[in-house]
């Protein structure tokens, strides 16, 4: 076999590995995934080390608030399958999915099944009023939220309470959700991570006419310099907290 056969096969061979898998996932929705796993990751480290690291703790809850607004936004906007209207059912058909899994009947969806997207939007209702609670915040010894200005003492502090206790709720969430992607990885054999990474998914599991050709970059940009300049200018404006100066 010649030089130039090999190398015709081997381009052959390539290319066939490459239609082998179908793009899935646009950027903008893998950078809101992994974006918020590091955002949580952060807020709990930078909480856990005191006071001193308070402002890297905002910057982290910042960047959630975006993500989140962001990630609901695309959720109307965004490529085929980061849209809501295309995964997220009503009661039926969860039930139905529920159903089907139950009796071990093969289910394959493009994107999210629909319990994947009921943890989507649970985890986004979630996050996001984490860290608006935080905003409001005060810890009583050095710090306050930006926006603890807006409401009295007690109102501060009692969302202050909500903001700490739902971080547990938000644990039992994610730990949930954790379990059910490892279920699907190891029993049905769906490389869920490696999609969420990739952005592709094998042909196998997508249809030609499920497949994106495109990230709509240019409005993802725009979205999220747009989303971060309005968080930025309300920040700006934010009404000092009082002084209690009971407490001195």
């Known amino acids: 076999m010649t030089t130039i056969e090999n190398e015709r096969l081997s381009a052959v061979a390539t290319y066939s590995a490459r239609k082998a898998h179908r793009k899935v996932w646009d950027w903008p929705t893998r950078l809101v995934h ?18 001193s690291y308070f402002s890297l703790h905002l910057f982290f809850g910042y960047a959630t608030i975006v993500l989140v607004v962001f990630r609901i936004v695309w959720g109307f906007v965004g490529t085929r399958h980061a849209r809501f209207v295309n995964f997220v059912e009503g009661p039926r058909g969860v039930l139905r999915y529920v159903s089907a899994v139950g009796r071990g009947r093969l289910t394959r969806y493009a994107g999210h099944n629909p319990l994947g997207a009921l943890m989507v939007l649970t985890l986004l209702c979630l996050l996001g009023a984490q860290a608006a609670f935080g905003l409001f915040g005060d810890d009583e010894i050095f710090n306050t939220g930006p926006l603890a200005g ?99």
Request: aromatic share 6%.
């Open 34 to 51: 992994w974006g918020l796993v590091a955002a949580l990751a952060g807020a709990y480290v930078t909480n856990k080390l005191g006071a």
């Open 150 to 248: 807006l409401v009295s003492k007690e109102q501060s502090l009692f969302l202050t309470s909500l903001h700490r206790k739902l971080f547990y709720v938000i644990l039992a969430a994610v730990g949930l959700h954790v379990g059910a992607v490892i279920a699907h990885v190891a029993v049905k054999k769906e490389p869920l991570i490696r999609a969420m990474i990739s952005g592709s998914k094998p042909s196998e599991h997508v249809a030609p006419d499920e497949a994106i050709q495109t990230s709509r970059s240019a409005l993802a940009f725009l979205l999220l310099a747009a989303i971060t300049a309005l968080l930025a200018v309300g920040l700006h404006f934010a009404p000092t907290p009082a002084t209690d100066l009971a407490s001195f």
